[in-house]
């Protein structure tokens, strides 16, 4: 799917990041598909490397798992009031 320009330029954006590579991949192929191709190649990456250096388009990674992790914390603790186990450690 992948020319070979294609694969060494995601080797050397990601640098052994797994993460990265799966994303950059991923990206990739919807540009790749949007655009009806049926190789991925060196053009189609430099789009999905900008798309994800854009500002714009940036979130922290772990912004989602600190907000999902808040919202567990103080369900818990709601949970426990309705329960009567009243606990005045809310950590956030």
């Keep these: 799917m992948f020319t070979p320009e294609a694969v060494s ?5 990601a640098r052994g990041c797994p993460r990265v590579i799966n994303i ?12 009806s191709k ?5 053009d189609i990456i430099r789009k999905a490397i900008k798309d994800m250096e854009d ?4 979130k922290p990674i772990g912004a989602g798992i600190a907000a ?25």
Excluded at 9 to 13: E, F, G, K, L, R
Excluded at 38 to 42: A, E, F, L, P, Q
């Design 38 to 42: 049926r190789r991925v190649g060196g």
């Design 55 to 58: 500002p714009t388009q940036r």
């Design 68 to 92: 999902a992790v808040k919202e567990i914390r103080l369900v818990a603790h709601v949970l426990n009031f309705f329960r009567g186990k009243i606990s005045f450690s809310i950590y956030f």
């Design 24 to 35: 950059l991949s991923d990206n990739a192929f919807m540009i790749g598909y949007g655009l």
């Design 9 to 13: 330029m995601i080797i050397s954006y």
